[in-house]
C-alpha cells in the first residue's frame, strides 16, 4: 500500500474528474458530479445492490480479481462471486431517507479502490489472494491506527473529492447565496443558512454530514452545530459560582 497525502490525492482526483467532464452524459447536469456515471461510463465498472449484512455493517464491497466469498449474512445465500470490475452497495441504500448521499460516497469510496489500483498495480493489485475483498465499513468499527484504517482513510478522502471538488463546491455555494460559506451551521437559530446548506447537500447528492466536514476542511463552514443546535444558548456556570 502507498502511503498518499491528502495533496497526493486531491492531485489524483483532479486527473479523474477531468476525464469525467469530457464525457458528453457529464454536461447534463453541471452541478455535480454522477458517481454511477463516473462508475460505469469512466471506470468500466458493474455496480448492483445487494443486501450485504443484516446489521448494516457493510455498505460496499469489491474486489481487485476473481474471488469467491463467504457472506452468511447476506441474501446472496452465503457465497458471493466477484470478477474485479464489479461494486456491491448495500440494497438499503436505495430507499433509506439519507440514503442518496451515503450511497453515493460508498460507490465513490469503492472506486477509489480500483483507482488506486490502475495507477499502483504493484501495490494495490497484487494481494488479490491475501486480501480477497474490499468491505467498506462503518468508520466507527475500523481499528484506529492500523494500516487498514489508513487505507480506508485515502479511500474515503478521494470519494470526498469526487463529490465534492473544490472548484466546484464554490460555484455551487455561490449559487445557492452563500459564496463565502457559512459562519455558523446550526438548524434551528441559523434557519436560512442551514436552508442553503441543505440546498447544496441535495444539489451535489451528499450527505449533511459529509458536507459539513468538506466545508470546514476547506475553511468554508467556521462553526458545526448541526447535531448540537442547542449550543448558542447553552449557558455554562463558572467554577466559583457552583454551590
Not at 51 to 59: A, E, P, V, Y
Not at 99 to 104: A, C, I, S, V
Not at 119 to 125: E, K, V, W
Request: charge should be neutral.
Amino acid at each position: 500500500m502507498r502511503y498518499l497525502s491528502r495533496y497526493d490525492l486531491e492531485k489524483i482526483a483532479r486527473r479523474v474528474l477531468r476525464a469525467y467532464w469530457q464525457l458528453p452524459e457529464a454536461q447534463e447536469n453541471p452541478y455535480c458530479v454522477d458517481m454511477v456515471l463516473l462508475t460505469k461510463k469512466l471506470l468500466g465498472l458493474r455496480v448492483l445492490y445487494r443486501h450485504l449484512s443484516t446489521d448494516g455493517r457493510i455498505m460496499g464491497l469489491t474486489s481487485y480479481g476473481e474471488v469467491d466469498l463467504d457472506l452468511p449474512d447476506s441474501d446472496l445465500r452465503g457465497i458471493c462471486s466477484l470478477d474485479g470490475r464489479t461494486i456491491l452497495l448495500e440494497q438499503d441504500l436505495l430507499y433509506l431517507p439519507a440514503g442518496l448521499g451515503r450511497r453515493n460516497f460508498t460507490l465513490g469510496h469503492e472506486c477509489a479502490h480500483h483507482v488506486l489500483k490502475m495507477l499502483y498495480p504493484a501495490a494495490y493489485g497484487s494481494g488479490v489472494a491475501a486480501r480477497r475483498s474490499l468491505p467498506c465499513r462503518d468508520h466507527r468499527l475500523r481499528a484506529r491506527g492500523s494500516a487498514y484504517d489508513w487505507e480506508e482513510w485515502q479511500m474515503d478522502v478521494l470519494a470526498s473529492e469526487f463529490l465534492m471538488p473544490e472548484d466546484l463546491l464554490r460555484r455551487n455555494l455561490a449559487l445557492v447565496g452563500s459564496p463565502n460559506g457559512f459562519d455558523i451551521l446550526n438548524p434551528v437559530w441559523r434557519r436560512e443558512d442551514y436552508g442553503r446548506f441543505m440546498g447544496l447537500c441535495r444539489m451535489m447528492g451528499v450527505s449533511a454530514q459529509a458536507m459539513a466536514y468538506r466545508l470546514e476542511l476547506l475553511g468554508l463552514l467556521k462553526k458545526n452545530q448541526l447535531y448540537s443546535p442547542s449550543a448558542m444558548i447553552d449557558i455554562w456556570m463558572d467554577e466559583e459560582e457552583v454551590i
